[in-house]
């Protein structure tokens, strides 16, 4: 019976050994300071791994060979600090953050960038004072730029006395660095909120990005709930100035990050679309989240495109009135 049993452990052990191996190849390819030496290490050191297990005598004795490269690598790769402090691209070269003075909030460093194409532009960043009595909804942007699965989410926030504030979170990219999904389970990116003007934020996507779908929706939340969101978010992007983090694919990503920057007891339940997020906006539908009318979702989202509105306001003083004008819940 007990061989049996340390079969069956053998048989559940191993798999957990492999993924073990994957993931450190990964963490040497994506986070080893040396941009020469990551591919070889990355297989070069689980090869030799593999090779001193295979001389190791005793089955567990192998697993354990295995486990020692595994927490070695990582006992290394826990060391990794977020910074501050890079060669950052323009998009994402200053960070937001805000002062509150009882209802007044001034934000500092709003993107507001002035748009040529979408790599030829004019770097404006601005500061912007809005106050928590005039915050009256919360509308949630989903932005899609490839597969069906997988969107971007941004949060824009109405004030009755001024134009709304939107907010991305993203990661922050240096220059050269481009998107890696699998780059984003590990340390290679740190993680920013970006404020902007929605002629920035959503514009960018809309008209300059080719490729790309955005689509609008207004939330249920009420005015003390969105002021209470606003507030969520200016508490993360104030730390992130000061305390900057890492982005992770999983669990601080542009999508989770949402949830977890709520108080524990405050967090909506676990949905599997809030990582397969292209499936988002349905989560919202279900949830009575978002304003319907009374419509199924998919004639929501039909009517939810707003690429053709924001292209033909473009640059208008009026865009966030354009893009808006006769969808549902405005």
Known sequence: MKKVLNVLLLLLAWPVVLLCLLWTAGALYFDLPWAALRTPAAILYPIAAIV??????????????????????????????????????????????????GDVVTIHNVRNFEYRTATDFTPRWETRTVRL??????????????????AHPIASFQFADGPPIAISIEIRREVGEGFSALGGLYRQFELVYVVGDEKDLIRVRTNFRPGEDVYLYRTTLTPDEARERFLEYITVLNSLHQRPRWYNAVFANCTTAIRSQRERALRSVWDW???????????????????????????????ALINKAAQQANDSPSFSQDIRKGRVGF
């Open 52 to 101: 001193i297990a295979w001389r190791t005598r005793g089955a567990w004795r192998k697993v354990g060979v295995i486990f020692a490269a595994f927490a070695l690598v990582t006992a290394w790769w826990l060391t990794l600090q977020p910074s501050n402090d890079r060669d950052w691209q323009p998009e994402v070269d200053r960070t937001a953050w805000a002062e509150i003075n």
């Open 133 to 150: 009595s005039q915050l009256t909804e919360g509308d949630i942007y989903v932005n899609f730029w490839g597969s069906e699965l997988m």
């Open 273 to 303: 679309r809030m990582l397969i997020n292209g499936r988002g906006d349905q989560m919202l539908f279900e949830r009575g989240a978002i304003v319907t009318d009374g419509l199924p979702f998919d004639q929501l989202r039909a009517q």
